[in-house]
């Protein structure tokens, strides 16, 4: 058997301070040995375990995770440490965009960040001229009404055209909704929760084009991709709020540039 190591010993060893050690065994993490004096003493094998612990709470691993994975079998700990991967990408994607936007607001003022939630959409098709799509979302609000489904938001996707537009015209609705007795459904969608740089809109709707301009020289001007199609977002009971979304991802600075 290996000697046992005094605290300050096994902190000089593993470069971890004897505070980190305390708080590690007060949350059931390590488990050193007590000497007859009453002294803690830890074991080579230890070392791996402490710098293991160390390293997912500086990856931001909570506490009460690590705990069931110190216990788990190495199956289960690999399924845990794809899943912590996951969140962890996520976050370094969240901050990437982030600190881009907040450079491009530094300059401009233009835009904000938006984390959209996961949200289940009714589709319809309806095609009319840019900006006259006011008598479809009055149309199919008050379809919806009538059947007594509640509305969150309204939505518009360009699909096609440039003088007469085809679009979807949608609306947000609650998951456990029942969508019964709608006529003319083009599609019903789980919209997945997205990062978006988002443009409040203004001006007259029938002058939408510039919009869109805007927001996509805005998102390529700034380092930014598309992940997908802008959206014309409606929100209030009479969808006079009109916010321009686009789902978007990074491109990482490339080495050399300012």
């Known amino acids: ?143 919806l009404e009538r059947l007594n489904i509640p509305i969150n938001n309204g939505y518009l996707r360009y699909l096609s055209g440039r003088e007469s537009i085809k679009a979807q015209i949608g609306f947000g609705v609650s998951d456990d909704v029942e969508i019964e007795g709608v006529s003319e459904i083009d599609s019903i969608e789980i919209m997945s929760p997205c990062l978006c740089i988002a443009l409040s809109y203004t001006s007259p709707i029938t002058e939408i084009k510039k919009g869109y301009a805007q927001l996509m020289n805005y998102v390529i001007e700034h380092e930014l991709i598309p992940a997908g199609p802008i959206i014309e977002w409606y929100r209030r009971e009479d969808f006079k709020d009109l916010d321009l979304l686009m789902p978007v991802a990074h491109i990482p600075r490339m080495k050399g540039r300012g």
């Open 1 to 143: 058997m290996s000697e046992l190591m005094t605290i300050q010993t096994f902190s000089k060893r593993t470069g971890i301070s004897k505070s980190a050690l305390r708080y590690y065994e007060s949350e059931n993490l390590l488990h050193p040995i007590r000497s007859k004096n009453g002294y803690r003493l830890y074991s080579e094998d230890q070392i791996a375990t402490v710098r293991l612990i160390s390293s997912l709470r500086l990856a931001g691993v909570p506490i009460k995770e690590i705990q069931i994975y110190l216990k788990e079998n190495e199956a289960v700990r690999q399924q845990m440490i794809k899943n912590w991967m996951k969140t962890l990408r996520q976050k370094h994607h969240l901050l990437s965009v982030s600190l881009r936007f907040l450079e491009s607001y530094q300059e401009s003022g233009q835009g904000y960040l938006l984390e959209k939630n996961a949200e289940k959409i009714v589709w319809f098709a309806a095609e009319a001229n840019p900006g006259k799509f006011g008598n479809h979302f009055r149309q199919r609000k008050r379809e």
